[in-house]
């Protein structure tokens, strides 16, 4: 089993950056891609970015290309989402999640981000 933890979320202005943290406990997630994914309220989740195990593939939802960074720190258990330039549109409940096997088994509580125009 592997806890997801998220955190660093808040209200931000149009503009202005944020740095979401995702801490892993239980087992580790080095051997496991990573990824963002992110809800608004009344819209379907919506994948943000992700990273491979070992960090040699990342992808981005084309919305964010440009303004967000997906790293990790497989030392700290630990994986970011570095989210510059902020729009109202970004507004919504970022939820990281990591793999076990081919797929994505586990989830976090979720962290509110939300963008004042």
């Known amino acids: 089993q592997v806890q997801l933890v998220e955190s660093g979320g808040g209200l931000v202005q149009t503009g202005g950056s944020l740095r979401l943290s995702c801490a892993a406990s239980?087992?580790?997630?080095?051997?496991?891609?990573m990824a963002w994914v992110r809800q608004a309220p009344g819209k379907e989740r919506e994948f943000v970015a992700s990273?491979?195990?070992?960090?040699?593939?990342?992808k981005y939802v084309d919305s964010v290309k440009g303004r967000f960074t997906i790293s990790r720190d497989n030392a700290k258990n630990t994986v970011y989402l570095q989210m510059n330039n902020l729009k109202p549109e970004d507004t919504a409940v970022y939820y990281c999640?990591?793999?076990?096997?081919?797929?994505?088994?586990?989830w976090g509580q979720g962290t509110q981000v939300t963008v004042s125009s």
């Open positions: 990273i491979t195990w070992r960090g040699d593939q990342i």
């Open positions: 999640g990591a793999t076990e096997g081919p797929r994505y088994a586990y």
């Open positions: 239980g087992r580790t997630i080095a051997v496991r891609d």
